[in-house]
């Protein structure tokens, strides 16, 4: 078995676990073999921070837990356990103590904003014809429209969670800028990453979606980070 510490990953709004699947291989191709994605319920942060947690107590050894947009705040709210060794925030949310996403989102709205959609179930979707534009333009259409297709809805309510005691001001953390970003402005996330005293801040010239449109360069980046986790 490799010595490599195990890697959680965490999804955002309007996916699952499996829009890590390029960034997956590509981190086995790599020599990581304790590799996990969790499934958060996208229900609230806490019960996503809490169902981040039990996969995280489950594994023995350090642990490096990467966070895709929205993953960034769970990331932020869940990752003070003691064997989580580095945070790694791919175009992501890194809220401090009382921030919100939808706080953030408000300082400077993305391009997107206008595409999300709620409905009377107090789901919060983005629209499907607009998905490929807004989410992940650098991605082929078809697989943009199997993205819009099998998106994972938050409940709006969600986007307004502050968090508690962000782990990224006591964790050494990495951050990776979307350039072309639609659906986190890339101005929030280079506020974002500045104030949190990243290790290494990295820019790609990519969508929302770089975990699936760069995937051997943000798994080159988590796996730098993981070089340092012990």
Not at 41 to 62: C, N, Y
Not at 181 to 195: A, E, F, K, L
């Amino acid at each position: 078995m490799s010595n490599k510490p195990a890697i959680v990953l965490v999804h955002g709004f309007w996916g699952g676990a499996a829009h890590w699947a390029k960034v997956i291989v590509e981190l086995k191709r790599l020599g990581y073999d304790k590799l996990h994605a969790v499934e958060v319920p996208l229900t609230s942060l806490a019960e996503d921070a809490e169902r981040t947690r039990k996969m995280v107590a489950q594994i023995q050894g350090p642990v490096v837990l990467v966070g895709h947009s929205y993953g960034g705040a769970v990331l932020s709210e869940a990752g003070n356990l003691p064997n989580v060794s580095a945070l790694v925030f791919i175009a992501a949310f890194a809220p401090d103590a009382g921030e919100s996403p939808g706080g953030i989102t408000q300082e400077k709205l993305p391009e997107a904003a206008p595409n999300l959609a709620p409905d009377s179930d107090g789901y919060l979707w983005l629209k499907a014809d607009k998905f490929h534009d807004s989410f992940c333009q650098d991605l082929t259409a078809d697989e943009g429209l199997v993205m819009a297709v099998t998106q994972k809805a938050p409940l709006a309510s969600t986007f307004g969670d502050a968090i508690s005691d962000p782990a990224w001001r006591h964790k050494p953390s990495w951050y990776q800028i979307s350039n072309h970003d639609r659906m986190i402005h890339p101005d929030n996330q280079r506020r974002m990453s500045s104030r949190m005293g990243a290790r290494k801040v990295i820019a790609l010239d990519a969508s929302h979606a770089s975990l699936a449109s760069k995937p051997v360069e943000v798994a080159a980046f988590i796996s730098e980070a993981a070089s340092t986790a012990s």
